[in-house]
T-cell receptor
Framework: KNEVEQSPQNLTAQEGEFITINCSYSVGISALHWLQQHPGGGIVSLFMLSSGKKKHGRLIATINIQEKHSSLHITASHPRDSAVYICAAHRIGNEKLTFGTGTRLTIIP | DVKVTQSSRYLVKRTGEKVFLECVQDMDHENMFWYRQDPGLGLRLIYFSYDVKMKEKGDIPEGYSVSREKKERFSLILESASTNQTSMYLC???????????FGPGTRLTVL
């Protein structure tokens, strides 16, 4: 079993829908990261969170430390949100990240 | 803005060639990382460096070596390229203390 699991692996939705991507981890962490990768593009860090909730525009990330679970939400989804979303865990006392395998999101106009 | 640059976006090499991939960051970050990304496998760490001349093996170091002679520059070396090293290679950097990593644009390497 991977230390960081994401679901779903693929998600297709209509423009305007509310999107949820889930991430579960099995190790103790100091922070959880959400990253975005557009086709052919580099990876951009969206959020780094260690508790509670963060919001940036239409993106919201939440984390429940007790349940070892994080979610990334996108409100009013748009075709430009189509990308691969990756969660990654920073283990306590470790500079390295452990990555999930990513969720490929496709938003249809 | 943090900038991480990689020497090539696309590279085609022959089996057995020595391949150098270079990464430069401009934010005085202590940590630098080399990953490869393959479909269905996600990002896997090849090597990590936390200081000049310091390195640590990642999950898949076999067939690779690294060099960090200056703080801003981290090189990945494929001593004798093989077809199973065809992949997307991504470099990243971060400051010390579990901070966010900043990624370069990636190098898509094809080994024929």
């Amino acid at each position: 079993k991977n230390e960081v699991e994401q679901s779903p692996q693929n998600l297709t939705a209509q423009e305007g829908e509310f999107i949820t991507i889930n991430c579960s981890y099995s190790v103790g962490i100091s922070a959880l990261h959400w990253l975005q990768q557009h086709p052919g593009g580099g990876i951009v860090s969206l959020f780094m969170l260690s508790s509670g909730k963060k919001k940036h525009g239409r993106l919201i990330a939440t984390i429940n430390i007790q349940e070892k679970h994080s979610s990334l939400h996108i409100t009013a989804s748009h075709p430009r949100d189509s990308a691969v979303y990756i969660c990654a865990a920073h283990r306590i006392g470790n500079e390295k990240l452990t990555f999930g395998t990513g969720t490929r999101l496709t938003i249809i106009p | 803005d943090v900038k991480v640059t990689q020497s090539s976006r696309y590279l085609v090499k022959r089996t057995g060639e020595k391949v150098f991939l270079e990464c430069v960051q401009d934010m005085d970050h202590e940590n630098m990382f080399w990953y490869r990304q393959d479909p269905g496998l996600g990002l896997r760490l090849i090597y990590f460096s936390y200081d000049v001349k310091m390195k640590e093996k990642g999950d898949i170091p076999e067939g690779y070596s690294v060099s960090r002679e200056k703080k801003e520059r981290f090189s990945l070396i494929l001593e004798s390229a093989s077809t199973n090293q065809t992949s997307m290679y991504l470099c990243a950097s971060s400051s010390w203390g579990g901070k966010a990593q900043y990624f370069g644009p990636g190098t898509r390497l094809t080994v024929l």
